[in-house]
């Protein structure tokens, strides 16, 4: 009988949030975080305008240390309205409206552009082990392939294609709310749905598990078989949660705040 008085949470919950630290509110609109373990440092794409999709040329990445520290609110200048990154072999690509830009990460330089033609949006990128890249297309509903510095087409039609991750042998995509994988045939099998506000970030965790952040404030932890549970809902507060990074070994998910101009971090428990 005092099971049945408990809240929910506390008798099924697995998961939960754990807050490390929040940066000084001296982002610029951050969309996206990205880890990158062998610098030990953290990218951040900065929107900087009150259009999320503006072509103004006040966009800019910035480089936020592991323990918090923005290091350099505008490390890399020189762009529209970033979203989504990819990290290989190091440079940096970032998703830019109509373009996939590279960043050389040691010379902390752009070394160039690549026009994604047929793109009005791109958002998040994710680049796989052969160094194909992989970004998605949230205002023309598409998923585009860049291999060789070459885009194409490789998915359309889809409902509001944003969260994109390719792991081993294996790609998954967030599209309107649910969770997919990728068929051999470009057939998308669903994992979960329902998580309404925006799906934005997708990680791995570890095994068949992942976390995905919401852009209206919501994270998720799905498990293999499906099932979800909520890990965060800063709907309340107004504070976003936009594109997540992940640092897999130490389970440290960073989320930005986009309006709110910080970056937080969690330990994820």
């Not at 794409?45 to 259009?51: E, F, H, L, S």
């Not at 609110?73 to 373009?99: H, I, Q, R, T």
């Not at 991750?165 to 994992?191: E, P």
Request: proline share 3%.
């Amino acid at each position: 009988m005092l099971l049945a008085l408990l809240p929910s949470t506390t008798v099924f919950s697995q998961h939960q949030l754990v807050k490390l630290w929040e940066t000084d509110s001296v982002l610029k609109v951050p969309e996206s975080v990205l880890f990158d373990a062998a610098n030990k440092v953290l990218y951040a794409t900065n929107i900087d305008g009150t259009d999320p999709w503006g072509k103004d040329g006040k966009g800019s990445i910035a480089k936020v240390g592991l323990d918090g520290k923005v290091i350099s609110a505008e490390w890399v200048s020189g762009f529209n309205c970033p979203k989504g990154m990819g990290l290989y072999k190091g440079k940096l690509y970032v998703a830019d409206l109509d373009e996939l830009v590279v960043i050389d990460i040691a010379a902390g330089k752009i070394e160039k552009r690549i026009p994604v033609s047929g793109a009005a949006g791109l958002n998040d990128v994710s680049v796989d082990k052969n160094g194909i890249v992989y970004v998605s297309d949230s205002k023309n509903k598409k998923l585009f392939r860049v291999k060789d510095g070459v885009p194409e087409v490789f998915l359309e039609n889809l409902k509001g294609p944003n969260g994109v991750l390719a792991r081993q042998d294996d790609l998954y995509l967030l599209d309107a709310g649910g969770m997919y994988k990728l068929n051999k045939d470009k057939t998308l099998s669903m994992i979960t749905d329902g998580m309404e506000g925006g799906t934005d970030g997708i990680e791995n965790v570890s095994g068949n598990d992942f976390i995905i952040s919401c852009w209206q404030g919501v994270i998720w932890y799905v498990n293999g078989d499906g099932s979800k549970q909520q890990l965060l809902d800063s709907r309340p507060e107004k504070k976003n949660s936009a594109d997540i990074g992940f640092d897999a070994k130490n389970k440290i998910v960073y989320v930005p705040t986009f309006w709110r101009n910080s970056v937080v971090a969690y330990q994820v428990k």
